[in-house]
C-alpha cells in the first residue's frame, strides 16, 4: 500500500481504551519500561492505520455497520478493534494486558 496520507486509515479509541494508555504508561515508566511502552504504542498506532485488514485474526462481522471485528497482540497488549475498509475507519473498541506481564 502507498504511504500517502489519503491511504490510511482513520482511526478513534474507545474513551477508556484512551484511559487504560495513559494509566499503563504511568505504570510502564514506574517499571522502568517507558521506552518500550512508547514503541509499542506507535507500532499499535500505525498498524492501525496503514495495514488494520493485515493484522490480527477476524472474529466478528458487523454486516450492518460494513465492519469486521478482529484482535491483535503487540507487546503486552490484546488489542480489540473494528475495520471499515470502505471508508478506511478503524474504531479500537478494547485493549487488555496479557497475563504475566510487568504493568499488572
Known sequence: ????????????????????????????????LLGGFLAALRRVEWRLTHEPVDWGEPFHNLPGLHMIQRRAVEWF??????????????????????????LE
Open 77 to 102: 497488549f490484546l488489542l480489540a478493534f473494528a475495520v471499515n475498509e470502505e471508508e478506511r475507519f478503524v474504531y479500537l473498541q478494547n485493549v487488555q494486558l496479557l497475563p504475566n506481564n510487568p
Open 1 to 32: 500500500m502507498a504511504d500517502g496520507v489519503g491511504d490510511r486509515f482513520r482511526v478513534v479509541h474507545h474513551p477508556v481504551v484512551r484511559s487504560c494508555w495513559r494509566r499503563w504508561r504511568t505504570q510502564a515508566a514506574q517499571v522502568g
